[in-house]
């Protein structure tokens, strides 16, 4: 591994007191990921912004995530990248990095953190200007991505671990302390009054269930979902609202749970991420598979009942927050110890019973107080 200079410049490993030279002027984070890995990095760039207050931050994501994180006071500069466009879109891409970095000290970042391990995010690390590039050690850089970084975080012992604490290997590799561990997902004043207005017109407490994933292995049951928003209303007394997208999948569970309950559900699906953030914040329960609201509501420190199945909640589980809610189907046995891992279990979700989900919901009903109006 590279050691750090002595000439005052950043040129990678620790930059703090003692240690011969400057802090980076200039970072860029590449994170080019759906929702709930940006929200991830999320007290990486909060972590970075203490550390560093004057350092110029940026990062490169998609479309989607960016809508989400536009606010976000730790970022000086976003740098929007569609990844579905193929090489026209990388090469618009690199373009747009080039661009940032010419307007950098000396026309080049001096720091570029790639928090992913794909070709794509890879390519574009190696079309940016930047002094240091560091990624992932070679064990855990797939896809030929370490060949376009030159510099890398240690071979960690226990080489699967969450994945928040993946990302903040980089921030320790740069002696940068990432504890206390802050989101910074805000509303602002007008999505205050939004939610506001909204929640006037609820006269029990909210419960968000967030009915579907982009992967369909991490899906649960429709018909399980109609039975909990069922209890939800007769055991709990709690006002069921459907929130996220209205793909295909999120339709079917939709009009099952709506035709089961007939004008007892609110359906609140669609108007974005920003909208999503706070009928989220504005519950007192959200109820969600392994995506990206999982990981907002987990950010809002919003009590989140997690249906884990086909991935190991140790490693995308909601971050030392709500572990004690997850219906575990990833165990196939109850008890069952396992590792971290990447390891994905096809029949997990069907693990999962309404029995078992009702199971966390009473626990956090008993355990979290109840919200001014509720």
Not at 297 to 321: D, H, I, M, Q, W
Not at 332 to 347: D, L
Not at 353 to 372: D, F, G, N, S
Request: aromatic share 8%.
């Amino acid at each position: 591994m590279e050691h750090p200079g002595s000439s005052g410049d950043f040129v990678g490993g620790p930059a703090k007191p003692g240690t011969g030279q400057e802090p980076p002027r200039s970072i860029l984070l590449v994170m080019l990921s759906a929702v709930g890995d940006a929200v991830q990095v999320l007290p990486v760039a909060s972590a970075l912004r203490r550390a560093f207050p004057d350092t110029h931050l940026s990062w490169v994501l998609q479309p989607g995530p960016h809508s989400l994180v536009r606010t976000h006071r730790a970022i000086d500069d976003f740098i929007v990248f569609d990844r579905g466009r193929g090489i026209p879109g990388i090469s618009q891409g690199a373009r747009a990095l080039r661009a940032a970095a010419a307007r950098m000290p000396n026309g080049r970042f001096d720091l570029l953190l790639d928090l992913q391990v794909y070709f794509k995010a890879g390519l574009l690390t190696g079309l940016t200007p930047a002094r240091v590039r560091l990624g992932f050690d070679r064990a855990r850089a797939r896809d030929l991505n370490w060949i376009f970084t030159n510099k890398r975080i240690p071979r960690h012992p226990h080489r699967f671990a969450h994945i928040q604490d993946q990302y903040f290997e980089f921030l320790r590799y740069l002696g940068v302390d990432p504890e206390p561990v802050h989101f910074g997902l805000e509303l602002t004043e007008d999505e205050k009054k939004q939610q506001v207005e909204f929640f006037a017109s609820v006269d029990r407490p909210p419960c968000a269930l967030v009915l579907a994933t982009s992967d369909p292995r991490k899906n649960w049951d429709p018909a399980g979902y109609a039975e909990v928003a069922s209890k939800l209303i007769t055991n709990f007394g709690m006002q069921p609202i459907l929130v996220g997208g209205t793909s295909k999948a999120e339709e079917e569970v939709a009009r099952i749970i709506l035709h089961q309950n007939e004008g007892k559900v609110r359906d609140e699906r669609g108007g974005g991420l920003r909208r999503l953030l706070w009928l989220l914040d504005g519950s007192e329960l959200v109820i969600s598979p392994d995506t990206g609201p999982l990981h907002m509501a987990r950010a809002l420190e919003v009590p989140v009942v997690g249906l884990y199945g086909f991935t190991n909640p140790k490693r995308s589980g909601p971050y030392r927050l709500f572990t004690d809610l997850i219906v575990d189907g990833y165990a196939r046995t109850p008890g069952e110890e396992y590792p971290v891992s990447m390891e994905r279990r096809k029949r997990g979700m069907g693990r999962i019973t309404p029995e078992r989900v009702l199971e966390k919901v009473a626990l956090a009903r008993r355990r979290t107080p109840h919200k001014a109006g509720f």
